[in-house]
């Protein structure tokens, strides 16, 4: 069973109900590394928030071909951020687009790293509102985000605010998937799962908290410890937490990376990950919790990671290690 979750009392709430809350989040969090949370504040999980966000699958193809990454298409100037089209013949079949927080407030770009690059949006005359409704739901995921950390921070015994400096300037990610229906027929068998198939392969997430909505259409599958897959349904008004692979680490393992994947049965299927990131530049060292290890600047680690994921393929050599600069 995924636990679930009302995490209203933490944006809110006396400390008595608070400690109770960041308990089950603290166990959650160790046991199966997936949760379901409600009770976030606002209008971000209402469905036509998420309705009019979803507006941007409808752009037409030369749109999105405007926003793709370099990889993807020759002569646009964006590496990282961006649109991502499906790639055929691979386990994870998805297009979608990252954003990052120049949606939200000025980024200073620095050449020698795609990490802070401008993203690429929809123009106004396309897209009316979008901008804005998008904006105002990665303020809403930051803030969700930042409690939940707080909430850890607590659980964990450390300061409350422990983990808030490396959050500032943070680079989170708001992503938006479209998984098509795959056509099974002509799909690698290895591909085919019971009666449905592969949408998006098995993987941990490298950061630290990913903050993801559904909608509507179930295919979130988490391993348990017994190597069992369990779906989670998507039920509305609440948001999927889980945990990334940097963050267990900086836990010393109290914390879990689960792995998870996505599974289709035939519907067309939209999700809106969330990925919570501290700055570019802020260094992952040791707390005093579980084993040691060597300190990262989150964006060496991340490169790392994300330029193995299919979406990111091909640009590694596009950056160099900050500790190599
Ligand atoms: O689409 C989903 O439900 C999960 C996506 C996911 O795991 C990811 O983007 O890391
Ligand atoms: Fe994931």
């Known amino acids: 069973m995924i636990p679930s979750i009302d995490i209203a009392p933490l944006f809110h709430g006396a400390p008595a109900i608070r400690a109770a809350v960041d308990g089950a989040i603290l166990r959650a969090a160790g046991e199966t590394g ?12 209402a469905p036509t928030t998420r309705r009019r966000l979803l507006a941007i699958f409808s752009l037409p193809e030369a749109q999105k071909r405007a926003m793709s990454r370099r990889s993807f298409v020759a002569g646009n100037a964006n590496i990282y951020r961006g649109w991502f089209p499906l790639q055929d013949g691979h386990p994870t079949y998805k297009e979608g687009i990252d954003l990052g927080p ?9 050449p020698g790293d795609p990490l802070t690059e401008p993203t690429p949006l ?3 005359a396309d897209l009316s509102g979008w901008r804005e409704t998008a904006a105002a739901y990665y303020r809403n995921m930051e803030a969700a985000g930042a409690v939940l950390m707080r909430a850890l921070a607590r659980g ?12 500032e300037n943070g680079i989170s990610t708001l992503r938006f998937i479209r998984y098509p229906v795959r056509d099974v027929a002509a799909l690698d068998p290895a591909l085919r799962i019971g009666d449905g198939y592969m949408l998006g392969a098995p993987h941990v997430d490298s950061g630290f908290v990913t903050l993801l909505a ?12 017994s190597g069992n897959w369990i779906g989670v349904p998507p039920t509305e008004g609440t948001l999927v937490v889980n945990f990334g692979k940097l963050l267990e680490r900086w836990t010393g393992g109290r914390v879990r990376a689960t792995r998870h994947r996505v599974v289709g049965s035939g519907a067309e299927r939209f999700s809106i990950p969330f990925f919570y990131e501290p700055a570019v530049d802020a260094v992952i060292a040791p707390l005093g919790l579980g084993q040691s290890f060597a300190s990262v600047t989150y964006g060496d680690h991340l490169w790392e990671a994300t330029t193995k994921f299919i979406e990111q393929r091909g640009i590694a050599h596009l950056r160099k290690p900050r500790a190599a600069q």
Do not use: C, K, N, Y
Not at 35 to 41: I, R
Not at 102 to 110: Q, S, W
Not at 156 to 167: H, I, K, V, W
């Open 156 to 167: 964990l015994g450390l300061g409350e605010t422990a983990f808030d400096s490396a959050f």
């Open 214 to 225: 559904q909608d509507g259409v179930a295919g979130l599958e988490v391993e348990d410890r």
């Open 34 to 45: 997936f949760m379901t949370v409600t009770g976030l504040p606002g209008s971000a999980l």
């Open 102 to 110: 120049d949606l939200v407030r000025p980024v200073r770009h620095d």
């Open 122 to 124: 929809p123009s106004e």
